[in-house]
């Protein structure tokens, strides 16, 4: 059995006269700012917003307007149903063909449209939520996809879901940001620290 | 040693999460160090508060309660 000694490195070099100095002058310790030469990596939340359901949209609002607050920056990728939510107000029915038209007659799309995935009840469910959401003061999603996008949460639309659905990027909020696809999602959600399909 | 508190924010009656966006809004144009004083009725808040400074780097400097008011102190960092 060999063992190896363990030199340690030479101490550095003192200047005795610099040390006395220093302690003379009473100069408070100030803590060296630590640099280790490569930036802080700010954390970063990704979230496939596909719902665009009442009970589904609360929590992609609120996790991303938290995370933002919260100095994590947010990026939504929003496709399928998840995009109706994000038409803005004045917008009642879009779409270039009858079946696309139909789409938007049957669901009516906007922030304050949103219907529950279950309980629905023709509206009944929504309107007792509206009426609960009250009472307790508990945000709605208008105010906080407003906070969202006061925070800078990104909002990344699908593509291929706007050319399905005849929405055009002037139909959707102009916090909306340029329409990317499949591949785009993949980079955003393996390069961050979490991600999650709502 | 008294604490200057540079800014007040009053969630009092806001649920999850408005008290955090509200305190984050508030906090985020101030100079560092300032002090930011919330006063909320969300019982959440005092976990989420604890939270929230771990995860931005604020300094959470003090908590009570008084009745169903939670009082937090931030420093900014």
Known sequence: ?198 | MTLQITRQVDARGLTCPMPIVKTAQAIAPLAPGSIVEVLATDAGSVKDFAAWSRTTGHQLIDQSVDGAVYRFVIRRK
């Open chain 1, 1 to 198: 059995m060999t063992t190896t000694t363990l030199e340690r490195p030479a101490a550095p070099a003192v200047d005795p006269l610099a040390e006395a100095v220093d302690d003379v002058a009473g100069i408070p310790e100030i803590e060296p700012a630590v640099e280790t030469g490569e930036p802080v990596k700010t954390k970063e939340l990704v979230i496939v917003d596909w719902s665009g359901d009442l009970d589904r949209m609360w929590p992609v609002l609120i996790l991303s307007s938290t995370a933002a607050a919260s100095g994590v920056h947010c990026k939504v990728f929003v496709t399928f149903w998840g995009l109706l939510p994000f038409v803005k107000d004045q917008k009642r029915v879009v779409g270039e063909n009858w079946m696309q038209k139909m789409l938007t007659l049957m669901q009516r799309p906007g922030i304050d449209h949103l219907k529950l995935s279950k309980m629905n009840f023709l509206g009944m469910g929504p309107w007792m939520m509206g009426v609960l959401r009250k009472r307790y003061g508990i945000a709605s999603p208008r105010e906080l996809l407003e906070a969202a996008n006061a925070l800078g949460v990104e909002f990344i639309p699908c593509q291929m879901t706007m050319d399905m659905f005849g929405l055009k990027h002037e139909d959707l909020i102009d916090e909306m940001g340029p329409p990317a696809g499949a591949a785009t999602a993949i980079e955003l959600m393996t390069s961050a620290d979490a991600s999650l399909f709502i």
